[in-house]
């Protein structure tokens, strides 16, 4: 695989310390997601960046397929929970919301987000992933 960007964080405390990026753009407060407490947890920040990620991936998509995505927005709902075989899982929903897009337009381009979407290609078949569009058909 030729990569194309890399970057590098450093967590110390786990979910109740701090996580950074090591170029110094970032550094978050880590916190447990029932604390009470500011910051952020990784979930969260899982959320963020897969969103941001697929929202990507459409746009170009949508260029390639000659699709008008404009006003597109990607909400992920990333859930935590523990496995009946033992361990952790995550859980998510990514819901499109393509307005004034043909709901058949609209499913194609999301299938095809999501299988050029990095995330979507790391999560596959490891993680239930429940796609769902919501469109106002012209």
Known sequence: MKIFYK??????????????????SLSVQMVRSDSGEPGVNPE???ALGYAACFDSAMEL??????LDATGAKTTIDVGIGQR??????????????LPGMAADDAKRL???AHQ????????????DVRLHTETEEV
Do not use: H, W
């Open 44 to 46: 969260q920040l899982f």
């Open 116 to 127: 050029v979407c990095p995330y979507s290609n790391a999560t596959r078949n490891n993680i």
């Open 7 to 24: 970057t590098t964080a450093t967590a110390s405390g786990g979910r109740s310390g701090t996580a950074t990026l090591n170029d110094g």
């Open 84 to 97: 009946a075989e033992g361990g952790y899982a995550l859980d998510l929903d990514i819901t499109i919301r």
């Open 110 to 112: 999301v299938e095809a």
């Open 61 to 66: 998509m949508a260029k390639q397929l000659k």
